[in-house]
């Protein structure tokens, strides 16, 4: 008798199990079953392990293997946030076990496997997430699979410590767990895994170019999309005339590590503090290293000679990326007559009447727009011209700039002349953030998105001129070197 009721049992649950896999909620992956959300335009699965939780030792270790499970997994909600701080309004997170990655897809079957976009948040190395970005109208218009995952930040993913193997770069080697579990299971959401398309902005993009400079990372994307995040980014240093790029060898973030004052005198009692404390030396952690086994040179080095995975790659920024950041760095307004004192106080005094020649002002009284629009030129838009022109010597380069002068602001930001095409304002016209688009913004929604999903199909976005501007009733070709003045830029660094 009880042998009857358990097959019984276990029949229900066979034939329970093949109905909702009929209907696509249940997929099968390399560690087990999943069970996500199906409607009648998509179907979207969450918060799936593509590696193991990295607490206690696994702390400041590089991926390891997630374990199997038995039974369905619930996928219906999404990844969680990986421990950081408030940023831009953003609630903060203390959730250290946050390597997970959602799944959306089509809900029609494909007679042949589809595209495969891997997307890779920014927010500086030290905040975002996976979840912010709801890529549905990406997936359904373009007949692809988007993946976007999470990934060790700031203290958690770019700490170093003196002998600690992979130091700076654990967030990196997360990402590449994360290509290697598409390259695993894409296949089963219908996905082709010759057909990868790995894309990020801000430190997304940057995390792009440094997968395209890692030789772990060869063979697992076939494109790539750089948006703002090129290699050669540089910033305002402590010194006038510094621009220091982005990343740092091993040796420094290890020398950083070596100097907080956590009270702690070795790994093991570090590896013990509670994620609050470590949280308070957060934000010093968002420069990932080179040095490492996962990066082993300077992806700007890689670039320009030339060690890089060559697929073909888009490169693009907005027209006025310092816009978001420049009354977030200078809070107070900066008069116009105080203008040229305070450039002396970022370049060199020999370069000073030059430069403000080149950006005169605009008559409003407050010089931080065209402060912002010097550092837009300088450390955005001319390196990423220049990692259009090194990257193209070796391999297939398409550009855009998004060009969207009244692009909406949806989150909290301090009064500012006029933010115009800001910095990740072009992520409201690729994913669904409930932005106001007006209706000549939603034409320049549907436009990207297709080009977007024609990359990531064939590698090519659907121009020929090499930056296609972007902007509400005015896409086509621009003069991108002369409108943010690199050759000047050249001539006097």
């Known amino acids: 008798m009880l042998t009857a009721v358990l097959a019984a049992a276990m029949a229900f649950s066979v034939v329970g199990t093949a109905a909702a ?64 701080n408030s940023q831009l309004g953003a609630p903060p997170s203390q959730v250290e076990d946050c390597l997970y990655l959602n799944v959306v897809t089509p809900a029609k079957d494909s007679h042949k496997p589809r595209p495969v976009m891997v997307w890779i948040h920014g927010g500086g190395f030290t905040a975002g997430s996976a979840s912010q970005y709801d890529a549905r109208r990406l997936a359904t218009k373009n007949d692809v699979v988007v993946v976007t995952v999470n990934y060790r930040l700031g203290a958690f993913g770019f700490f170093g410590y003196p002998g600690l193997p ?5 967030g990196l080697a997360d990402q590449q767990a994360a290509l290697k579990w598409v390259r695993r299971n894409a296949r089963a959401f219908g996905g082709d895994t010759r057909n990868v398309t790995v894309f990020g902005e801000s430190a997304g993009g940057l995390s792009v170019c440094a ?31 510094e621009f220091p790029g982005i990343w740092k060898p091993r040796a420094d973030v290890e020398k950083l590590g070596a100097a907080q004052s956590l009270g702690c005198a070795d790994l093991a009692c570090l590896r013990s503090l509670p994620v609050d404390k470590l949280l308070t030396v957060h934000e010093q952690f968002g420069s990932p290293a080179f040095d490492t086994a996962v990066l082993p040179i300077d992806p700007a080095l890689a670039q320009r000679t030339g060690r890089m995975n060559h697929v073909p790659t888009m490169v693009g920024s907005t027209h006025d990326e310092m816009t978001l950041f420049a009354p977030l760095i200078f809070p107070q307004v900066v008069p116009e007559a105080g203008y040229r004192a305070f450039v002396a106080g ?21 010089a931080r727009d065209e402060v912002a629009r010097i550092l837009t030129d300088k450390s955005w838009s001319c390196t990423t011209q220049v990692a259009r022109k090194e990257l193209g010597r070796h391999q297939r380069v398409s550009g855009y700039e998004f060009a969207d ?25 690729l994913f669904d953030m409930n932005a106001p688009l007006d209706a000549k913004q939603r034409e320049l929604s549907d436009y990207m998105i297709a080009a977007w999903g024609r990359f990531a199909r064939t590698g090519d976005p659907g121009w020929r001129s090499e930056v296609r501007s972007l902007a509400p009733g005015a896409i086509g070709g621009t003069d991108f070197a002369l409108d943010h003045k690199c050759a000047f830029w050249s001539s006097i660094l």
């Open 21 to 84: 896999q009929d209907d696509g909620s249940v997929v099968r992956t390399d560690k087990g079953l999943v069970s996500g959300t199906v409607t009648s335009t998509y179907r979207t699965y969450g918060n799936i392990p593509f590696a193991a939780a990295p607490v206690g030792e696994n702390r400041w270790r590089d991926p390891q293997p997630a374990q199997a499970w038995q039974g369905v997994r619930d996928a219906t909600k999404s990844s969680p946030v990986c421990a950081q």
């Open 166 to 170: 992979g130091s700076g770069a654990f």
């Open 211 to 241: 997968q395209l400079a890692s030789p772990r990372a060869a063979g697992l994307f076939a494109k790539a999309i750089i948006q703002s995040g090129p290699c050669g980014l540089t910033f305002p240093g402590a010194k006038p005339g």
């Open 346 to 366: 970022l370049f060199a005094e020999k370069d000073v009447d030059k430069i403000v020649a080149q950006y005169p002002v605009n008559g409003n009284d407050d």
């Open 405 to 429: 002068q009244d692009a909406p602001v949806i989150f909290p930001l301090p009064p500012f002349p006029d933010y115009k095409a800001f910095h990740a304002s072009e992520l409201m016209y």
